[in-house]
């Protein structure tokens, strides 16, 4: 996306390329995950002994009838596996009761995760990631958020820039870093900054934005997107306009639908 971005910026010279902010938070949260290896596969194996498994899910049920049911994270969709530490963080001692509870016999998931739900530095683990880094997920959401202005989305990454900056130990300097490399890999991060800084009048100076941009340019980046999220959603809605057992469906009236997909807000 960085080399194809450069080749159209040859093209035209007043277009400004990011890289996705929220992808860019995700690769950060990756990077926590690699970290914690053990609690890394206390996610994989209590996912496990939960799916498709209802005996175990009614011993849930009935040991733990006043929380919800462990959440199952994707590593493909973003936060997933913090919101899943968080969890298990909230709810340690409940949910080591209802796996010590279960037959080691009945599958290996579930002997591996008895194994791991009493490792002795597994607690602490779960409390460190929920502590420092269990805001992400809201953050990564707040983001995907449609029609959010640009200083909004921008003081979000700068948000999560600041508690990151303010994480103590090694694993926090490095996760830290991580942003920090993120970010600078992102082409035109730094030109969008300042268009959102004289926006919202902090900066008066023109200076360092590229010579075609001109100040009737930039009255329109108020809501420039910052995320390739939108675009995403637009896949989906292609997806239920050409499924396999529409047929009948033409040229004319696919374009009609489309026209009236891509300008109906969510909600109404």
Request: net charge positive.
């Given at each position: 996306m960085?080399?194809?971005?450069?080749?159209?910026q040859s093209l035209y010279s007043k277009m400004i390329h990011l890289t996705c902010l929220a992808h860019g938070i995700h690769r950060v949260a990756e990077n926590i995950r690699e970290k914690f290896?053990?609690?890394d596969?206390?996610?994989s194996r209590v996912k496990q002994v939960?799916?498709?498994?209802?005996?175990?899910?009614l011993v849930f049920k009935s040991e733990a009838p006043a929380i919800p049911l462990p959440p199952e994270p994707i590593l493909t969709r973003w936060s997933t596996w913090i919101i899943a530490a968080s969890y298990y963080c909230k709810y340690y001692q409940v949910i080591?009761?209802?796996?010590?509870?279960l037959n080691a016999e009945d599958a290996i998931s579930v002997k591996e995760a008895q194994q791991l739900i009493q490792e002795p530095d597994m607690e602490a683990n779960l409390v460190y990631i929920h502590s420092?880094?269990?805001f992400i997920p809201e953050y990564i959401t707040k983001l995907e958020t449609q029609y959010i202005s640009l200083s909004e989305a921008?003081?979000?990454?700068?948000y999560v820039q600041n508690k990151l900056n303010d994480c103590e130990g090694e694993i926090g300097v490095a996760v830290f870093q991580k942003l920090n490399n993120v970010l600078e890999k992102n082409c035109d991060f730094k030109t969008i900054l300042k268009i959102s800084k004289i926006l919202s009048g902090q900066e008066s100076s023109m200076e360092g934005l590229p010579d075609d941009l001109t100040g009737d340019d930039i009255t329109y980046f108020k809501y420039a997107q910052i995320t390739s999220t939108d675009v995403e959603r637009s896949f989906?809605?292609?997806k239920t306009l050409l499924v396999d057992n529409r047929r009948s469906f033409n040229f004319e009236n696919i374009k009609k639908s489309l026209v009236v997909q891509c300008n109906t807000f969510e909600g109404i």
């Open positions: 960085v080399k194809a971005g450069q080749t159209l290896k053990k609690v596969k206390l996610n939960f799916l498709k498994a209802p005996s175990c899910v080591r009761k209802v796996l010590l509870s420092n880094f269990g921008l003081s979000a990454v700068k989906s809605r292609y």
